[in-house]
């Protein structure tokens, strides 16, 4: 079994948008992290975007507002966010605490600084199999990896595990509009092992610590997983339990660095084409 690590995938989006930044003749784009509290995995993926844009020599900005920030107050200073020339993408941790309306802040987002594809503008170019517009990042991930390992997805069988808007239903539409033939499985799929064996590449985004393992699947299956989660011990660990899969699947990607290493470097990619799309 090869493992496919996260690092090669991330040279390669390094190197490709080195290109644009050469172009844009030494303007450093900006990214804004908009964080509303302390959640913890929020904080995790703040750091480890924020470490991203550093060694992609891109400059980030974070914006935090207390848990309990009124609507008035944040939406007033979101569109400000969202207007300043001098920033040039927008993540939004999500998600918001109740008294703020994600739908709104979704709706506000300009779509053009949008680098995690959560307006409904960018969430229809993907629905409508459109190459324009942003992905959220890290659907948009696990097709970067599939391409740097150069893992044919034309006419395969892919099986998605996952019915989240940010991963698992993106992630069915690109695999799609890559000529996959894809079935997207979620918690009342009937049977879920049976499914999973059809595979010839198998995505895992479920959010359940080792759900999937040798039994799910078949040979020669490459296996993708998304999951971050935390093991009895507190160690990250994937959506799949990678113990006795070596004698039997042709691929799968490690967690910690494997996806969760290429999401932020999507994430600085989108944001090299944010502002070269303002600029050029
Ligand atoms: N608009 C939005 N998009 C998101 O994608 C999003 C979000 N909001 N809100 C919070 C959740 C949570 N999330 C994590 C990402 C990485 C780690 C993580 O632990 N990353 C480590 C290890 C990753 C690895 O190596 O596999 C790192 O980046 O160094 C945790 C959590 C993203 N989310």
Same mark, same amino acid.
């Given at each position: 079994?090869?493992?496919?690590?996260g690092?090669?995938?991330?040279?390669?989006?390094?190197?490709?948008?080195?290109k *644009? +930044?050469?172009?844009?003749?030494?303007? @450093?784009?900006?990214?804004?992290? #908009?964080r =509303? %509290?302390?959640?913890?995995?929020?904080?995790?993926?703040?750091?480890?975007?924020?470490?991203?844009?550093?060694?992609?020599?891109?400059?980030?900005?974070?914006?935090?507002?207390?848990?309990?920030?009124?609507?008035?107050?944040f939406?007033?200073?979101f569109?400000?966010?969202?207007?300043?020339?001098?920033?040039?993408?927008?993540?939004?941790?999500?998600?918001?605490?109740?008294?703020?309306?994600?739908?709104?802040?979704?709706?506000?987002?300009d779509?053009?600084k949008?680098?995690?594809?959560?307006?409904?503008?960018?969430?229809?170019?993907?629905?409508?199999?459109?190459?324009?517009?942003?992905?959220?990042?890290?659907?948009?991930?696990?097709?970067e *990896? +599939?391409?740097?390992?150069?893992?044919? @997805?034309?006419?395969?069988?892919? #099986?998605? =595990? %996952?019915?989240?808007?940010?991963?698992?239903?993106?992630?069915?539409?690109?695999?799609?509009?890559?000529?996959?033939?894809?079935?997207?499985?979620?918690?009342?799929?009937?049977?879920?092992?049976?499914?999973?064996?059809?595979?010839?590449?198998?995505?895992?985004?479920?959010?359940?610590?080792?759900?999937?393992?040798?039994?799910?699947?078949?040979?020669?299956?490459?296996?993708l997983?998304?999951?971050?989660?935390?093991?009895?011990?507190?160690?990250?660990?994937?959506?799949?339990?990678?113990?006795?899969?070596?004698?039997?699947?042709?691929?799968?990607?490690?967690?910690?660095?494997?996806?969760?290493?290429?999401?932020?470097?999507?994430?600085?990619?989108? +944001?090299?084409?944010?502002?070269?799309?303002?600029?050029?």
């Open positions: 079994m090869r493992e496919l690590t690092q090669q995938v991330v040279d390669a989006i390094r190197a490709e948008t080195e *644009t +930044l050469e172009a844009l003749g030494g303007y @450093v784009p900006t990214l804004a992290i #908009v =509303v %509290g302390e959640n913890v995995p929020q904080l995790s993926y703040e750091k480890g975007a924020k470490k991203r844009m550093q060694n992609f020599g891109l400059d980030v900005k974070t914006f935090v507002f207390p848990e309990d920030v009124t609507p008035e107050v939406f007033q200073r569109r400000e966010i969202n207007a300043d020339s001098a920033i040039d993408g927008v993540l939004l941790l999500k998600p918001l605490p109740e008294q703020l309306d994600v739908r709104r802040a979704e709706q506000m987002i779509p053009e949008d680098l995690d594809g959560i307006s409904p503008v960018n969430i229809a170019r993907v629905f409508a199999g459109e190459e324009a517009g942003f992905a959220p990042c890290t659907a948009e991930a696990v097709m *990896t +599939l391409r740097t390992y150069e893992v044919p @997805v034309h006419g395969k069988r892919a #099986v998605v =595990v %996952g019915r989240s808007l940010v991963v698992g239903r993106t992630l069915a539409m690109l695999l799609l509009r890559d000529n996959a033939t894809v079935t997207i499985c979620h918690t009342q799929t009937k049977d879920l092992k049976e499914e999973c064996k059809k595979a010839e590449i198998l995505a895992v985004a479920a959010g359940r610590a080792k759900l999937i393992d040798r039994d799910y699947v078949s040979a020669g299956c490459v296996i997983d998304v999951g971050i989660n935390a093991d009895e011990n507190g160690n990250l660990c994937g959506d799949v339990n990678p113990e006795g899969l070596s004698d039997l699947a042709a691929a799968l990607t490690p967690v910690p660095r494997g996806i969760g290493a290429v999401t932020t470097s999507v994430l600085a990619k989108h +944001l090299v084409q944010a502002a070269a799309r303002r600029l050029l």
